[in-house]
């Protein structure tokens, strides 16, 4: 006999291929508006649903957690980052949680990339000035940036991401650091001609550019602290792509206003969509709306992972990108 189709509720509007695909597989509800779930449509989800699939806009707390029927047994997140759903309220009440990890990895570190070059050449602000209409011409001292070559990289977290970002800047002549809870295979230092910091706070204090590419978790909240932001020399640049909460985004406006910081390029913020108003007002930061993984290839992909993930778990295996226990 044909087995019932998990009932499906998606939270937001998935690329149209994926869509599809998830109609034909399972009893899929769809957000065909994309508006962001409020409070009480997601606890309608959480109590109806089999199977949930969330993104980074839908805060799974523990609150909501609670609303959670008998028969949501999976979370099958469209996204990597897993630090707004409330994973041990999970672990308690016997649901697994998938992510969507690897698929992402080049688009973000491209996105890294750019943003280290336009931070330090200035994009945003020549960009800003031609659309104003108020280039007066070449000068040989006009806008000048900063030479990325032969400039130091640290690293914050050497995982996917943070290897792959490594791989672009040490082509674009950096040189490679970094720091991460656990040294990274000897081969791949070798690969990258990386040096390894124990110390965070030493590497900060030696850096030209720091970008970030650990997860979000109690333990790396406020990483870059204001304390530790403070260690990094005034011509160093600061980039996030991972999630805003690891920079104390206050002070880091702070420094950047007060010219303690030469600039920084920022993707994600503490408080999306919320941006500091100040940092707008900043010329030395580049700002964009968290478009690290934002290619169509890439959220196809995503949506692959998820299906993989319920469809696995609804034959009664294992689902593939089951979010590790050390993610807690
Ligand atoms: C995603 C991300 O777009 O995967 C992640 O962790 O930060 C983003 O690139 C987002 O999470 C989708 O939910």
Redo the contacts with the bound molecule.
């Keep these: 006999m044909p087995q019932k189709k998990p009932l499906v509720v998606v939270t937001r509007k998935l690329p149209d291929v994926i869509e599809t695909r998830m109609m034909e597989l399972f009893d899929t509800k769809l957000n065909l508006d994309d508006h962001p779930l409020s409070k009480a449509e997601l606890i309608e989800a959480v109590r109806q649903a089999d199977v949930l699939v969330p ?2 806009t839908d805060r799974i707390d523990a609150v909501i957690m609670s609303q959670a029927g008998p028969n949501l047994k999976l979370i099958a ?5 897993v630090d707004h759903i409330d994973l041990a309220s999970a672990r308690s009440r016997g649901i697994s949680v998938t992510n ?1 990890p690897g698929v ?1 990895t080049e688009d ?1 570190a491209d996105m890294t990339m750019a943003m280290i070059l336009a931070a330090a050449r200035r994009l945003g602000e020549g960009e800003r000035l031609m659309r104003a209409g108020t280039w007066a011409g070449w000068s040989p001292t006009f806008m000048l940036g900063h030479r990325i070559w032969g400039k130091r990289l640290g690293i914050v977290g050497m995982g996917r991401i943070g290897q792959a970002v490594a791989r672009r800047a040490k082509a674009f002549g950096m040189s490679i650091h970094y720091h991460n809870r656990k040294r990274v295979h000897p081969d791949i230092e070798t690969e990258l001609e990386a040096t390894y910091w124990e110390s965070l706070d030493q590497m900060l204090a030696r850096m030209d550019v720091i970008t970030i590419h650990c997860p979000h978790t109690p333990a790396t909240f406020h990483l870059l602290s204001a304390r530790r932001l403070k260690l990094l020399p005034p011509h160093a640049y600061v980039v996030n792509t991972a999630r805003g909460e690891i920079v104390d985004e206050n002070a880091l406006t702070r420094m950047l206003a007060r010219g303690e910081l030469a600039g920084a390029a920022l993707d994600v913020f503490e408080h999306e969509p919320a941006v500091n108003p100040k940092l707008v007002e900043l010329d030395n930061v580049v700002l964009l709306p ?1 478009l ?3 290619t169509l290839e890439g959220r196809v992909d995503m949506g692959e992972k998820v299906i993989i993930n319920i469809k696995t778990f609804a034959d009664g295996h294992n689902p593939p990108d089951r979010v590790l226990a050390s993610m807690l």
């Design positions: 993104t980074i997140n469209f996204g990597t980052g969507t992402l973000t968290h690290g993984s934002a």
